[in-house]
């Protein structure tokens, strides 16, 4: 949490380098924002050709869509739920992709960072549906098999946040001038402390996917 607090920071104080008056970012179809989400999207309109700039606001989009959009969903441990939260997503993810897309290896640490984080949340969010096991055996027998199916459900998105911090860890270390961005460095140490808390598998499974992408 405090890597995302200092990464929303820097991020507002690219944008509020520049002066005068702003222009939105492109957003992705149907995609409605807040009033906050709104007021990040916007780039200062001297730097609307300055990608740094451009990159850093989107980015910020991406992180304010995500809460807002988690936010306003009602999840129960059903499939409706976990399309649910698919589509939330979405929007984001779509962003995401124009950063890594966009060749700045610096902001594509960030947003593929930002990429496993989303992905891990969704996948904690759905663990909360399903109650602690109380009441009689015969409910927490059932309550097991419904924590089970989540458990199945979830698996490919926390194996996509293995790989995509593996993916920061591989580039920081091929990058090392990069670290010397506090931001980029925190982005590291926290996707080397989230494959630990995600265990072998997603590991192991990462490191695969990793190996066969190359």
């Keep these: 949490m405090r890597s995302v607090i200092s990464l929303i920071v820097f991020l507002i ?3 509020l380098a520049y002066a005068g008056g702003t222009t939105p970012l492109a957003l992705p179809d149907d995609t409605q924002l807040s009033e906050v989400c709104g007021r990040l999207a916007r780039v200062p309109t001297e730097a609307i050709e300055v990608e740094p700039v451009v990159l850093a606001a989107a980015l910020s989009m ?3 869509l995500v809460d807002q959009r988690f936010a306003a969903l009602e999840l129960r441990d059903d499939n409706a739920s976990i399309d649910a ?3 939330a997503a979405l929007p984001a993810a779509e962003i995401l ?3 890594n897309n966009s060749g700045d290896v610096e902001y594509r ?7 496993g984080d989303i992905l891990t949340a969704m996948a904690v969010r759905m663990r909360g549906t399903v109650p602690a096991n109380h009441g009689s055996a015969r409910e927490r027998v059932d309550l ?3 924590r089970d199916v989540i458990e199945q459900r979830i698996t490919p998105w926390l194996q996509g946040a293995a790989v995509s911090y593996a993916e920061v860890v591989e580039l920081t270390a091929a990058h090392a001038s990069l670290m010397k ?3 980029v460095a925190s982005a590291a140490r926290d996707a080397t402390a989230s494959l630990r808390a995600l265990g072998a598998t997603q590991v192991a499974t990462a490191e695969g996917q990793r190996s ?3």
């Design 144 to 146: 097991e098999r419904r």
């Design 181 to 183: 961005n506090p931001v």
């Design 85 to 87: 939260l698919i589509h």
């Design 212 to 214: 066969s992408q190359k």
């Design 97 to 99: 992709d124009r950063v």
């Design 13 to 15: 104080a690219t944008q």
């Design 109 to 115: 640490i960030l947003a593929t960072r930002l990429g």
């Design 62 to 64: 991406a992180m304010c």
